[in-house]
């Protein structure tokens, strides 16, 4: 109340602190002169200036695709559609669809254009910049090329012994396959003694 020498809690109020505004006052004043020369010198070089959107704090380097791009799959056939799919481009329809961006597109080639473009890259975390690979990158990478090669080599040498495996078994299995025969052979011959051979001392000789 008026007249009161106490003063009471104050505690409720909200405070504020100074150093802290002092700080985003700065920040926003350098965004807005740096916004204002990118403006000027857009509109002496004769075009429109469009502000861009700030980048994530947590985007990442854009880098090279994994996996290729399957659109040969396709060629040749039928894809049903449903009754409510969509018309335009948003949402899930007729032809190649983006997960990341909800939209679909009716060509690979308009695919392919709108991989490489600023709002693909954007809605999968990405600054679109690519990062310059320095000595230490380029020794990493070759080290881990040398790791796979030798992995690779090692899987070889387990194939080609596989390989071999597979053809003595297959070898003796036709041996095998021959003894039985000759034994069927045997068999049926008067005594089981088989088929007997006659040698002719110089046949075939004139």
């Not at 039928?78 to 949402?91: D, I, K, P």
């Not at 939209?103 to 910049?129: F, M, N, P, V």
Request: aromatic share 4%.
């Amino acid at each position: 109340a008026s007249g009161t020498t106490g003063g009471g809690d104050t505690s409720f109020r909200r405070t504020f602190n100074r150093d802290e505004y002092l700080e985003k006052a700065k920040e926003s004043d350098r965004k807005r002169r740096e916004e204002g020369e990118a403006r000027a010198a857009a509109t002496a070089a004769g075009k429109k200036y469009f502000r861009r959107a700030e980048t994530p704090p947590d985007a990442k380097d854009t880098s090279h695709r994994t996996s290729r791009v399957d659109v040969s799959s396709r060629v040749g056939t039928s894809q049903l559609v449903g009754a409510g799919a969509t018309v335009g481009r948003r949402g899930k329809g007729a032809g190649f669809y983006c997960e990341a961006c909800d939209e679909t597109y009716r060509d690979s080639s308009s695919l392919l254009d709108h991989y490489i473009s600023k709002r693909h890259l954007s809605a999968l975390g990405e600054t679109g910049k690519v990062a310059v690979a320095d000595v230490s990158m380029v020794r990493d990478r070759l080290r881990w090329l040398c790791r796979l090669r030798r992995e690779q080599r090692k899987d070889v040498v387990v194939n080609l012994d596989a390989r071999l495996e597979m053809s003595r078994a297959n070898e003796e299995k036709e041996r095998e396959e021959k003894r039985q025969k000759r034994n069927a052979k045997r068999r049926k011959t008067p005594g089981g003694v088989g088929i007997p051979t006659v040698k002719i001392e110089n046949d075939g000789i004139i």
